[in-house]
């Protein structure tokens, strides 16, 4: 998985092809993510101090964004 500028998470193989569709939706450039054990679940940190939920599998965020940081969400460990 990756984080990206653009607003998107993306999720690659070793060899570097992407695997299924970019995640959008964040708000700003995505600036951290971390991925649950299982790899079904994706949190991510946006340059706009916002986290979502993502569940990896439908492609969807889940439920609202949690909101209230002053500035970019740099870190989701």
């Not at 299982?38 to 492609?59: A, C, F, I, P, Y």
């Amino acid at each position: 998985m990756g984080a990206s500028r653009d607003g998107s998470i993306r999720q690659w193989t070793t060899d570097g092809k992407p695997v299924g569709k970019h995640l959008y939706g964040n708000g700003g450039s995505v600036g951290s993510i971390a991925v649950s054990p299982d790899g079904t679940m994706v949190m991510s940190g946006s340059e706009v101090g916002r986290l979502r939920l993502w569940n990896v599998k439908e492609g969807r965020i889940v439920g609202k964004s949690w909101e209230g940081h002053t500035d970019a969400v740099t870190c989701t460990d």
